[in-house]
């Protein structure tokens, strides 16, 4: 579902990413982990196709980040630091706006069937900028499911949210996984990583250093892994 193929991104002299390459399959629940600057971000961004790789190409569903962006875009789901959220919107213009982009089909249950799913529905009329950062988090996500994209690419969803907030996300996540969506996701809480997802790819200084099934590891060998001391 998820192909890269000798990644490489370079801004100006700095390497941020180094000869990358990796298969995620339908279904699979994975977790990108590194340290602040290894550059889980700018790799999930280029999935994402929110900018283009030096060298290298990326395939999702089956559609290249080269030739076929618009295809792949509707197949992926992102959820980032930036959001996505228009300020001077309230919480239900803004999902109709994206769902108008993807053709959401009776794209007014569905916004209101995920206000309420993310708790934010009595909140639907306000604008977006009235919101907590817990609060747009959980819209972002409202927006990233809103088309039921086949491929999730969460960077640190869980940044900003209360305990509820997380809870709700982790419930989610959980359905999201049963019903065979593909999740690549940035996260720092190694715990969850090792709990819950299937394998785990760990970037350090812009090279993929390690590709493991979560199963077989401990807290001990990530922390080794990711260089921590």
């Known amino acids: 579902m998820i192909r890269a193929l000798n990644i490489s991104k370079s801004f100006g002299l700095k390497n941020a990413l180094d000869g990358i390459s990796f298969e995620?399959?339908?279904?699979?629940?994975?977790?990108?982990?590194?340290?602040?600057?290894?550059?889980?971000?700018?790799?999930?961004?280029?999935?994402?196709?929110?900018m283009r790789p030096t060298k290298g190409e990326i395939f999702i569903a089956?559609?290249?980040?080269k030739t076929q962006s618009l295809h792949l875009r509707r197949n992926i789901?992102?959820?980032?630091?930036?959001?996505?959220?228009?300020n001077d919107l309230s919480a239900e213009e803004n999902l109709h706006f994206y769902?108008?982009?993807?053709?959401?089909?009776?794209?007014?249950?569905?916004a209101e069937d995920l206000l309420r799913k993310v708790g934010l529905y009595n909140r639907r009329d306000d604008r977006v900028r009235t919101f907590s950062r817990g609060m747009q988090q959980r819209l972002s996500l409202a927006r990233t499911l809103l088309h039921n994209p086949a491929?999730?690419?969460?960077?640190?969803?869980?940044?900003?949210?209360d305990i509820h907030a997380a809870d709700m996300l982790k419930r989610m996540l959980?359905?999201?996984?049963a019903a065979h969506?593909?999740?690549?996701?940035?996260?720092?809480?190694?715990?969850?990583?090792?709990?819950?997802?299937?394998?785990?790819?760990?970037?350090?200084?812009g090279k993929l250093v390690a590709d493991l099934p979560t199963k077989m590891q401990s807290?001990?060998?990530?922390?080794?892994?990711?260089?921590i001391r």
């Open 24 to 50: 995620i399959s339908a279904g699979e629940y994975v977790a990108l982990l590194g340290v602040n600057g290894a550059g889980k971000t700018t790799l999930v961004n280029l999935l994402a196709t929110l």
């Open 62 to 65: 089956g559609f290249s980040g």
């Open 77 to 86: 789901g992102v959820m980032s630091h930036a959001g996505f959220l228009y």
């Open 99 to 110: 769902g108008r982009m993807f053709d959401v089909p009776d794209l007014k249950k569905r």
């Open 151 to 161: 491929v999730l690419l969460l960077d640190e969803p869980f940044a900003g949210l």
């Open 174 to 177: 959980d359905e999201l996984i």
């Open 181 to 205: 969506h593909t999740v690549l996701l940035t996260v720092h809480d190694i715990d969850y990583a090792l709990e819950k997802t299937q394998r785990i790819l760990i970037l350090r200084d």
């Open 219 to 227: 807290l001990h060998t990530i922390r080794e892994e990711l260089a």
